[in-house]
């Protein structure tokens, strides 16, 4: 049973309790992984060539594992492979158990919506790569409100103004939006990390791959860049079985009441988002995130920066 968007508190908090476990400060999606999964991740043996592609959920996650899976499998470049950018960069949270990391031959990619202290322990002394991607808070907020809707396990629906509360008290998996960029963006020196926004993919993806390429050691030519930039447009991967997510079952993702690759641009905040809630967003933003140089676009004709 569905219970509504108007449900009470209690309801609510049940539901919420029922669908994420919060363990060693984080929430986690309770059907996907487990205390002990999490645990075993610190252990991972990491290859000085491991890649790690890092997000708070609805970040671009999905958009930047086309980008590396394109960058470094020639045979997703050029149409002569068929695997799902998923298992090309699968999960480490939900699958570290039991997709056999070890014999992933090199240079393995992985995804992760973990906060910096429950990474593997080798990321900690810089070896590996890892690509961290932020988004403006109030874009991942409103994501995240429509792809809540899409999970039917979850088994409960809320209107906007109710998330807007859950969300900011950070009661989704992966826990505050604030929490997880602050810690990755005060920890970076400890990592051996490349951090972009999903607002500087959207302004100009040719030279955010080519930043890619850079960082990984990865060398392409032009046209193979080309490639890859056109294969990572929303409209091009909204059409690509191996990157549209359209492969997941409707038990997993209701895919009849909406699509994984929704809209994909800077700004839809406006469309929901009242003046007040933009308000407090904005002040909660200035007193957690004011001092730190990360540049977010809050809508692609503005060059706000803050
Ligand atoms: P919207 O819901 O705003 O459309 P994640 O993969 O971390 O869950 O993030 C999902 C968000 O990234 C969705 O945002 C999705 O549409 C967007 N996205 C995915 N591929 C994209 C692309 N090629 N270009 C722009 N946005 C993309």
């Keep these: 049973m569905f219970v509504e968007a108007t449900m009470d508190r209690d309801a609510l908090e049940e539901a919420l309790n029922s ?8 929430y986690f999606d309770a059907r996907n992984t487990s205390p002990e999964v999490i645990d075993d991740i610190e252990h991972m043996e990491i290859r000085d060539d491991d890649v790690f592609l890092v997000t708070y959920p609805k970040s671009g996650t999905v958009w930047a594992q086309q980008i590396l899976s394109l960058i470094f499998n020639e045979g997703h470049r050029n149409g002569t492979e068929q695997v799902v950018n998923v298992n090309r960069v699968p999960w480490v949270e939900y699958n570290v158990r039991n997709m056999d990391y070890k014999s992933r031959p090199s240079p393995r990619l992985f995804s992760s919506h973990l906060p910096y202290y429950l990474m593997p322990r080798g990321l900690k002394h810089r070896m590996g790569k890892i690509l961290y991607v932020c988004r403006n808070p109030k874009d991942v907020m409103v994501s995240y409100y429509h792809f809540i809707r899409i999970l039917p396990h979850l088994k409960f629906t809320m209107d906007w103004e109710t998330f807007f509360e859950v969300f900011l008290l950070g009661r989704v998996q992966g826990d505050s939006w604030f929490d997880h960029v602050r810690g990755w963006y005060t920890h970076k020196e400890d990592f051996n990390i490349l951090i972009v926004t999903y607002e500087e993919m959207k302004r100009d993806l040719r030279s955010v791959v080519k930043k890619i390429c850079k960082f990984m050691g990865v060398n392409l030519d032009e046209k193979a860049i080309d490639t890859v930039v ?77």
């Design 19 to 26: 669908a994420y476990f919060k363990h060693k400060g984080t």
């Design 230 to 306: 056109k294969r990572a447009t929303f409209k091009n991967m909204k059409r690509d079985p191996l990157a549209n997510y359209d492969f997941v079952s409707n038990e997993k993702l209701d895919k009849t009441k909406g699509s994984f690759l929704r809209k994909g641009t800077v700004g839809d905040w406006k469309n929901i988002m009242t003046v007040a809630q933009s308000e407090k967003i904005d002040k909660i933003y200035w007193e957690k995130m004011g001092n730190l140089p990360i540049n977010f676009l809050w809508d692609l004709n503005e060059e706000t920066a803050s």
